[in-house]
């Protein structure tokens, strides 16, 4: 307990602990939950660990987390206390009813019958145990119905003679019953993998193959047992064969249940739910760590287990990566399982795969060129050789000391060493190959490689070949190799006539790659205006050559790419960006080529992107900083003119009109984290323009900024949720975030609340939050139940910056549709009254205008608000502001809240009107009387009138107010004369 435990000693917690618990049994009266939370989990922070009055605190925290719909939590609260006393009855019974609650009916119906079962005096019980006992044997009805769906099912899908369509279907139905647990259970108790097994041996259908396979994935999920049970009958060779093949979606399927078999058999479910809890660890309690550290050794023990399993998987995947009968596809494949299990918290092959020979066989991978065919070549697609080099780029990421990361480069240093020992041709072609690939995706192994004495010397030599293959491979290594600024100065003295030379070939394949290799060596002095390392005009004419490759549509792909590659380079120069982006012919060529989607094509075509759209980051240097270089007599970078931003506007309107959000979104579906950020860039580019913002929606941009928001790097995530933001300000979220991704991108735009962020995004992440509060309940539900996002809204609402104080009292208001808010509101805090101060804020109209909207809504739904408004002193001074307002939209709602009020009960309504309320509704009513002889009326005007009476209405029927006929008898009344009456007598003395 750290802290605590120098402060108290045993007993002294427990007092303390006490105290809490009763400042929460108080808080839980009051139905204050949030504070009912802290308190007990703070007394549950204060209390040993074998201290029985642990179990009670446990307990009392299930019931709060009853109260706020967090059953799983409530469920596991009740676990930790039966840990300390065993069969509790109320941890039973909150246990069972956290349990019905989340549809685990027969667990319920269990616990609801140990209760019975150990006080059989307690009636309260009775009622949950007959309503648990019909719900339990209506599922084994619904149970029984399955079994002969299911069996009706098997006979269809499992005989091959029966009609192809009908078997199609059940096979199809066989998915959707796979996917629910109970479904899951009855298929494997129904033995269907072995059916699925042998059916596969024989089965020719396509179709039904794919529905066999992707019901493997579901079976395989979040059971150890049954993923364990299907490795075991099908064996990893089944899913090899099935996996090798050249149907692109077949093969994505059984990548697929390949991953849930691992994820299930190592259980990566414990740590996946923590993976939000780690970014953010202030926030976690201590509870939640200790839980976390539990399941992370949970996880460490089952792995431990189940090792023969998870490394057998390992083992054939890193073997049969080389594998020369399999499939370009089914290679990539491999390979993106090896990206997606190297992470140290997911399956650790990183490391592991040091203690085999897997990087060498990787290295064989990365050194395969798809255009040279020698005698042991193998079958690869034209993504594979990236998919290698990003494998090679996430395994070195992992890598956590430097000696780890000095075993790696050994790995590669003994490929290298076997290739260069061997003078072939092939031996040579493929270590600059693979070194090749390294630069480009993993630079720092590339660059352990390129360092070695001879090797730039043994590039250059082959490019001066006379082997078009040595030259094809030589020019393609001297453009990576010249990534750095260093070595880019180095091949400029020593390699640009070796280019220009190589320029001057017949074949194409060779001279785009000196074309190239030339720009991106004219490119090395990068957006500084005043550093050119080539003659003026040459980047222009290298250009145009790019150009003439990109547009002709007889080249082939490869050739196109290249020209995108060179492009990529030469753009960093702004005269090259304005001679390009007037091009149309030129720019619909470039993204022709990105919307292929090949994993090939993305460096060029997005890296251009970037360039036009100047979406790179910008050092900002101070006028300090600039008079210091001056002294010290050090270069100074100058931006080019043409980067002025309205020639940057306008290049971006150009590129998006042309289509380029569609080639983004195509290129979207990779692996590479670096990747996705310049593309989130180029999409938060377009966007900054609300005229473009349309354009992005309708060309797929929302849909894959997504998971581009979820999963990425920092800035790349910072990116896309910035551009969501933006197109959730100005387009119909229903329109541009349909069905449930109105719930996905709340958490990513919310992300932009963070304090580290600008006040801009605070701004555009309030006003985007703010219309998707509108979308529907779902969606205001997922804002409501994530923490961090309501109460970053509503910690804005204290804002001094007027405008993000606006654009959060407005996100407040369309929260306030949802009966969670209005809940949140009863609860013991100053929401309410806080609400009714900002209707009195004399600096912001609309402030004041989403301040009463809010409380309008608020009062409509509960009247326990309706009393809450007098918690504030201030409130008929604010009300009064609301009221004779001069913009009627406000009065209008001033009059709703005071209906409401009305309307909420006797008590409300005295206090009410016992003062200037009475008087101000009678003045609207009269000037909406005046306004009815003007030619034009005001509409909202007579709505007022007719708000006021029904408020006065509803006054009068609750006996509050009375008619003026009724005032002035009362008062008649009170004016009658007693009788006179003469003074006593004064009493005699005596």
């Known amino acids: ?12 917690c427990l007092v303390e602990a006490n105290k809490c618990k009763e400042l929460g049994n108080k808080a839980f009266k009051q139905e204050d939950w949030d504070e009912a939370l802290e308190q007990y989990t703070r007394a549950i922070d204060l209390a040993q660990d074998d201290c029985k009055e642990k179990a009670i605190f446990y307990k009392n925290r299930a019931a709060v987390y009853l109260k706020l719909d967090e059953f799983k939590r409530a469920a596991l609260d009740c676990d930790l206390a039966m840990e300390i006393v065993p069969n509790d009855p109320k941890a039973l019974f909150r246990r069972c009813q956290a349990y019905e609650a989340l549809g685990k009916i027969d667990l319920a119906y269990t616990d609801a019958k140990l209760v019975h079962n150990l006080n059989p005096k307690d009636k309260s019980i009775e009622p949950v145990l007959v309503r648990l006992h019909k719900a339990v044997q209506a599922k084994l009805g619904e149970m029984s119905q399955t079994i002969n769906k299911v069996h009706s099912m098997f006979e269809i899908v499992f005989n091959i003679e029966a009609d192809s369509e009908k078997r199609e279907k059940a096979s199809d139905n066989l998915i959707v019953l796979a996917r629910e647990k109970a479904g899951a259970e009855l298929l494997f ?32 999920k979040k059971s150890v047992d049954r993923a364990k049970l299907i490795l075991t009958e099908a064996g990893v060779p089944f899913f090899l064969n099935a996996l090798n093949c050249n149907d692109e979606e077949m093969v994505n399927s059984v990548e697929y249940a390949i991953q849930c078999l691992l994820d299930s058999i190592s259980r990566w479910d414990l740590i996946k739910k923590w993976q939000e809890k780690r970014k953010d660890q202030k926030r976690t309690s201590n509870e939640e760590r200790k839980q976390m550290r539990k399941d992370e050794e949970t996880r460490d023990q089952i792995m431990k287990d189940n090792a023969k399993e998870l490394n057998a998987i390992m083992h054939v995947i890193t073997f049969n990566v080389i594998s020369r009968t399999i499939t370009g596809l089914a290679r990539d494949a491999l390979l993106n399982l090896i990206i997606a299990n190297c992470p140290w918290d997911k399956m650790k092959w990183a490391e592991r795969m040091l203690k085999t020979d897997a990087y060498n066989r990787l290295m064989e991978v990365a050194s395969e060129l798809s255009h040279y065919k020698h005698e042991s070549a193998m079958e690869i697609t034209d993504s594979t050789n990236t998919i290698a080099g990003i494998a090679f780029g996430h395994l070195y990421d992992q890598m956590w000391d430097d000696e780890m990361r000095n075993k790696l480069i050994d790995k590669v240093d003994d490929f290298s060493k076997e290739k260069l020992l061997d003078p072939s041709l092939e031996s040579k072609v493929r270590i600059t190959v693979a070194v090749t690939t390294l630069l480009k995706h993993a630079p720092e192994l590339g660059n352990s490689q390129l360092t070695k ?16 293959i040595e030259q094809l491979v030589a020019s393609e290594a001297l453009i990576a190799a010249t990534a750095k600024k260093k070595d880019a100065s180095a091949i400029i003295n020593q390699g640009m006539d070796i280019l220009k030379t190589l320029y001057k070939s017949k074949d194409d394949h060779i001279k785009v790659r000196a074309l190239v290799g030339m720009c991106k060596l004219g490119s090395s002095g990068g957006h500084d205006a005043t550093m050119r390392p080539l003659a003026d005009g040459s980047s222009e004419k290298l250009a145009e050559a790019c150009r003439r490759f990109m547009i002709n549509p007889a080249k082939d ?5 290249w020209a995108a590659e060179g492009l990529a380079f030469l753009t960093l120069d702004a005269d090259v960006k304005e001679k390009l982006v007037e091009d149309e012919q030129a720019i619909k060529a470039l993204i022709e080529l990105g919307r292929t989607g090949g994993q090939d094509v993305m460096y060029g075509v997005v890296t251009t992107l970037v360039n036009l759209t100047n979406s790179y980051d ?37 590129l998006c009109q042309y289509g380029a959000t569609s080639a983004l979104v195509s290129l979207s579906k990779t692996d590479s984290k670096n990747m996705k950020e310049l593309i989130a860039r180029v999409i938060c580019a377009f966007c900054k323009h609300a005229e473009l913002r349309g354009l992005v929606v309708q060309q797929g941009g929302s849909k894959a900024l997504i998971p581009v928001a ?60 703010g219309n998707l509060g509108c979308v529907n309940e779902s969606t205001r539900g997922r804002m409501m139940k994530e923490p961090d996002v309501i109460m970053a809204i509503e910690s804005f609402m204290y804002e001094d910056h007027q405008m993000l104080k606006r654009a959060a009292v407005q996100c407040y208001l369309n929260l306030c549709q949802s009966p969670i808010q209005v809940a949140r509101a009863e609860g013991n805090n100053d929401k309410v009254k806080y609400m009714v101060l900002l209707c009195g804020d004399p600096d912001d109209p609309e402030v004041v205008k989403a301040a009463a909207g809010s409380l309008a809504m608020l009062t409509s739904q509960s009247n326990k608000i309706c009393e809450k408004i007098f918690d504030s002193s201030q409130w008929e001074e604010c009300f009064l502001n609301l009221l004779a307002n001069t913009d009627y939209e406000i009065t209008y709602r001033g009059v709703i809240i005071i209906k409401n009020m009305t309307q909420a009960g006797r008590e409300v309504a005295d206090r009410l009107y016992d003062g200037k309320i009475t008087d101000v509704l009678q003045a609207l009513i009269m000037k909406a009387k005046l306004d009815e002889g003007n030619f034009e009326r005001n509409e909202l005007l007579q709505k007022i009138r007719g708000a006021c009476e029904e408020a006065l209405n509803a006054a009068y029927e609750l006996k509050v107010i009375k008619t003026y006929n009724e005032a002035v008898k009362e008062d008649e009344e009170d004016e009658t004369l007693e009788e006179w009456r003469s003074h006593p007598k004064p009493k005699a003395i005596k």
């Open 453 to 468: 004495e001879g090797f730039l010397q043994m590039l250059l030599a082959m490019a001066q070949s006379d082997e078009h």
């Open 189 to 220: 108790k129904e033995g269907i993998v072995q059916k699925i097994v042998r059916l596969l041996k024989v089965e020719k259908d396509k179709k039904i193959r794919l529905s066999l396979i992707r019901v493997f994935g579901e079976l395989s």
């Open 710 to 769: 979820l999963e990425g790097t920092e800035k790349g995530k910072r990116a896309a949720a910035q551009a969501l933001s933006r197109i959730g300000i100005t387009q119909d979220p229903t329109i541009a975030f349909p069905g449930q991704r109105s719930c996905d991108v709340v958490r990513p735009i919310a992300s932009l609340l963070k304090d580290d962020c600008s006040s801009l995004e605070n701004f555009e992440a309030l006003m985007a939050l």
């Open 557 to 561: 792909r490869d050739l196109r790419k």
């Open 1 to 12: 307990m750290g802290k605590i435990e120098a402060v108290y000693n045993e007993e002294e």
């Open 618 to 654: 910008k050092q900002e240097i101070s006028e300090e900083m600039i008079q210091l270089a001056k002294f010290a007599k050090h270069h100074i970078p100058q931006e080019h003119e043409l980067d002025d931003p309205d020639f940057v506007d306008k290049r971006i309107f150009t």
